[in-house]
Each structure stands twice: as structure tokens, then as C-alpha cells.
């Protein structure tokens, strides 16, 4: 639909390229959800805490701890507030990966 909708010329908004990121992390489709977010960077759209919990939480599905604490950071460089479920996911990945070091190290931010 996402394609449909730029080949078409409608260009969407925040809240479009968010849920169709949303439902790349649901199915724990890292990938797919971080090149959306960069897609949409690329578009001049500004993304929310919820896109950037949403590719955080598809990275944690994997384990994913390195490029989900990146996209963390990415999001507090960009005066964005995390929600608890942010870090709950960053932690998740990295006990997930084997770290409880880098997980604990998150608990005491």
C-alpha cells in the first residue's frame, strides 16, 4: 500500500510510514522496519517516538542489542523522550543477545 500510494504521488505522512513500521516489527522484521525509517528520513519527515520504538523493538526481537541502542541514541541526539517500553526493549535485546552487562548498564540511566 505504501508503494501504491508514492507511485501514485501521495506522499505520506508520519503516521503512514510509522504503522507500516509498526507492522515490519510486529512480524520482527528489523530490517525492513530501520530502511523505512531511513526512507522516510529521506523524505524530510521527522519521526516520532513511536517509529523509533517501533524498529527498536523489531531489532530486540533478534537480539539485535548493537543497532538497537544505536537507534537510542539516534533518538535522544534528536531531543526525542523515550517511553519506558523504549528502553524496555533496548534492554530486552541485549539480554537476548547474551549481554546482562549492557542490559544492566541501561537499568541504571
Do not use: C, Q
Not at 530502511?35 to 531489532?59: D, H, Q
Not at 542489542?65 to 528502553?87: C, D, I, K, Q
Amino acid at each position: 500500500l505504501l508503494e501504491r500510494m508514492l507511485s501514485e504521488g501521495l506522499e505520506p505522512y508520519v503516521v503512514t510510514f510509522s504503522s507500516v513500521i509498526a507492522a515490519w516489527a510486529k512480524h520482527g522484521d528489523g530490517e525492513k522496519a530501520e530502511a523505512l525509517l531511513e526512507r522516510m528520513l529521506s523524505k524530510g519527515l521527522e519521526p516520532n517516538v513511536v517509529t523509533f520504538t517501533s524498529v527498536i523493538a523489531a531489532r530486540a526481537k533478534h537480539g539485535d542489542g548493537e543497532n538497537a541502542e544505536a537507534l537510542l541514541e539516534r533518538m535522544l541526539s534528536e531531543g526525542l523522550e523515550p517511553y519506558v517500553v523504549t528502553f524496555s526493549s533496548v534492554i530486552a535485546a541485549w539480554a537476548k543477545h547474551g549481554d546482562g552487562e549492557k542490559a544492566e548498564a541501561l537499568l541504571e540511566r
